[in-house]
């Protein structure tokens, strides 16, 4: 959806309701984009330290990848 500055005075709830259902909606001034209003994000809730430790855990680099970093850690870049 695309509605002019001006027309947003008008249609502001169709706006909203609009951005409300997932829908992306640009502003524009002079029929040229300024911005763009989008549906709010949710946060991550912040994790406790032990939760967080098996979040990371479990989400550990494949075994290949860990190995390959494991030997150039230290190294510098002339090294490389």
Known sequence: MEIGVRDLRNRTA????????????????HGEPVADIVPHGRRARWLVGGNLRDQLRDRAADPGLAR?????????????
């Not at 169709?14 to 001034?29: H, K, M, Y």
Request: proline share 0%; aromatic share 0%.
């Open 14 to 29: 169709q706006v909203i309701d609009a951005v409300q259902s997932g829908e992306r909606v640009t502003l524009t001034v």
């Open 68 to 80: 390959d970093l494991n030997e150039l850690a230290g190294q510098t870049i002339d090294e490389l």
